[in-house]
C-alpha cells in the first residue's frame, strides 16, 4: 500500500534561515513518482518537483533543493535563506506506476517570520 | 490558456440538497481528480477518470458522483448533502503516459459549507 508521512505539522523559522521539510513514503513498487507541491495562503496548489523512482540525483532551484533517498524512502525539501513569501503549506505526493492515483501526504505548515 | 477552472468557488448547502461542482480544463489532459481537503488530512482523492466516459472510486467516494461526458469536463455530484461534507474542493488534471505518472494541476478550489 502506498502511504505519504510528513510528521512535521508546522514549522516557524525566521527569515534567512534554511529549513528541510521530511517526507517519507512507503511503496512496494519499484517504479514511482514523487512530487512536491506548495499552498500558499491564497489556496491554490502549485506544483514544485516531480522525480521518478529511478533518478536519485539531488536537485536544486534556486533556493530550493530536493534530497531523494530511497535507502531511507525519504524525499525531503530543503529552502536556503527562507523569505516570508515561502510561508505555505507544503504536500509531499507518492504515485506509483500505472495507478493513476495519487497519495498525499497531510502536509507541513511553514511559517517564516520576519 | 486558463488552466484548470472550478464553478463555483462558494457555495453554502443546507442538509439534504444537492449541487453539481463543474471542473473544466483546457490542457487537452487524459486524467482528471476530484478531491477533498480538510483541516490536518490533506487532500483525500474522492474519484477520478482516466479519460472521456470512464470514472473510477478513490479513497472517499461516498455520497459523491461524478461524470466525465466531455474530455474537458470533470462533475463531481451531492446529491443529498450533509455536514460530513463541508469541506474545500480541489479538481485536478495530468496528463497521461502509460506507465508514467506526470505532476497535477489543480483548480482554484470550491469552499463548501453544508449546514
Known amino acids: 500500500a502506498q502511504k505519504v508521512t510528513q510528521a512535521q505539522t508546522e514549522i516557524s523559522v525566521v527569515e534567512k534561515e534554511d529549513v528541510t521539510l521530511d517526507c517519507v513514503y512507503e511503496?512496494?513498487?519499484?517504479?514511482?513518482?514523487l512530487f512536491w507541491y506548495k499552498q500558499p495562503p491564497s489556496g491554490e496548489l502549485v506544483f514544485l518537483i516531480r522525480?521518478?523512482?529511478?533518478?536519485?540525483q539531488n536537485e536544486i532551484s534556486g533556493r530550493y533543493s530536493w534530497n531523494f533517498q530511497k535507502s531511507t524512502s525519504s524525499f525531503n525539501f530543503t529552502i536556503t535563506a527562507s523569505q516570508v513569501v515561502d510561508s505555505a503549506v507544503y504536500f509531499c505526493?507518492?504515485?506509483?506506476?500505472?495507478?493513476?492515483?495519487?497519495?498525499f501526504g497531510t502536509g507541513t505548515r511553514l511559517k517564516v517570520l520576519a | 490558456n486558463a488552466g484548470v477552472t472550478q464553478t463555483p468557488k462558494f457555495r453554502v448547502l443546507k442538509t439534504g440538497q444537492s449541487m453539481t461542482l463543474l471542473c473544466a480544463q483546457d490542457?487537452?489532459?487524459?486524467?482528471m481528480y476530484w478531491y477533498r481537503q480538510d483541516p490536518g488530512m490533506g487532500l483525500r482523492l474522492i474519484h477520478y477518470?482516466?479519460?472521456?466516459?470512464?470514472?473510477a472510486k478513490g479513497e472517499v467516494p461516498d455520497g459523491y458522483n461524478v461524470s466525465r461526458l466531455k474530455k474537458q469536463n470533470f462533475l463531481l455530484g451531492l446529491e443529498s448533502a450533509a455536514p460530513s461534507q463541508t469541506s474545500v474542493y480541489f479538481c485536478?488534471?495530468?496528463?497521461?503516459?502509460?506507465?508514467?505518472?506526470?505532476?497535477?494541476?489543480f483548480g482554484p478550489g470550491t469552499r463548501l459549507t453544508v449546514t
Open positions: 485536478a488534471s495530468s496528463d497521461a503516459l502509460a506507465g508514467t505518472s506526470y505532476e497535477q494541476y
Open positions: 511503496t512496494r513498487d519499484t517504479t514511482y513518482y
Open positions: 522525480r521518478n523512482s529511478f533518478d536519485e
Open positions: 505526493a507518492l504515485s506509483e506506476s500505472g495507478t493513476y492515483k495519487y497519495i
Open positions: 490542457m487537452n489532459h487524459e486524467y
Open positions: 477518470s482516466v479519460g472521456e466516459g470512464t470514472t
